[in-house]
C-alpha cells in the first residue's frame, strides 16, 4: 500500500509574494517641509516663543489679548498627535499587519501592495488621532478666534498633510 503525503506548506509561496518588502520601510507623519512640518512640530513637541515688543503689540492691537507686563514668554504646549497616535494604535496596527500577511497568499496581494496597505492604515490612525487631541486645553482667546475648542483642527490643512511613503 502506498502513502502519499501532500504538502501544504505555503511559506515559499508568501515569501515569493511578499518579496518586495524586504528591506523597505514605511514613515508616516508630516512627511513635506515648509509651514504645516514647522505647526506638526509645534504640537507634537510644544515651543516657548520669547515675547517681542512687536509681538506684544500686534497680540494687543490685532487680537485683542493684553499680557501682563512680566510676561517675557507664550508657551504653546505639547499636543503630541504622531508618537501619541502611533502609541495607541500600535496593537490594532499590528493586527492589521498580520490580518494582511494572512491575506497575501489567499488573495495574491504583491509586497508593494502590502507596503502600501499598511502605510495607508498608519496614516489614518494618525488622522484620527489629530482630531481626538483635546488636552491641554486651548487658550480661550484662541478658541473665539477659532470658533472651536478643538486644539489641533482649524481649517483642516494640518490633517490635510499627514501622509505616508514607502522606502
Do not use: C
Amino acid at each position: 500500500m502506498a502513502v502519499t503525503i501532500k504538502d501544504n506548506n505555503r511559506i515559499p509561496d508568501l515569501l515569493k509574494q511578499l518579496s518586495g518588502v524586504k528591506g523597505k520601510s514605511i514613515e508616516a507623519g508630516v512627511l513635506e517641509d515648509g509651514e504645516q512640518a514647522m505647526i506638526a512640530h509645534v504640537h507634537e513637541y510644544g515651543i516657548r516663543i520669547a515675547v517681542t515688543p512687536k509681538m506684544r503689540g500686534y497680540l494687543s492691537g490685532v487680537l485683542g489679548i493684553h499680557l501682563r507686563r512680566d510676561t517675557t514668554h507664550i508657551v504653546i504646549p505639547e499636543r503630541s498627535f504622531i508618537r501619541s497616535g502611533w502609541d495607541q494604535n500600535e496593537g490594532e496596527i499590528t493586527k492589521k499587519v498580520e490580518s494582511l500577511v494572512a491575506n497575501v497568499l489567499e488573495f495574491g496581494i504583491d509586497g508593494p501592495t502590502f507596503m502600501d496597505m499598511i502605510g495607508k492604515e498608519v496614516e489614518g490612525k494618525l488622522k484620527d488621532q489629530l482630531v481626538q487631541v483635546s488636552d491641554p486645553p486651548l487658550h480661550p482667546a484662541t478658541i473665539e478666534r477659532k470658533g472651536s475648542s478643538n486644539p489641533l483642527v482649524d481649517t483642516g490643512s494640518l490633517n490635510d498633510s499627514i501622509s505616508y511613503k514607502v522606502k
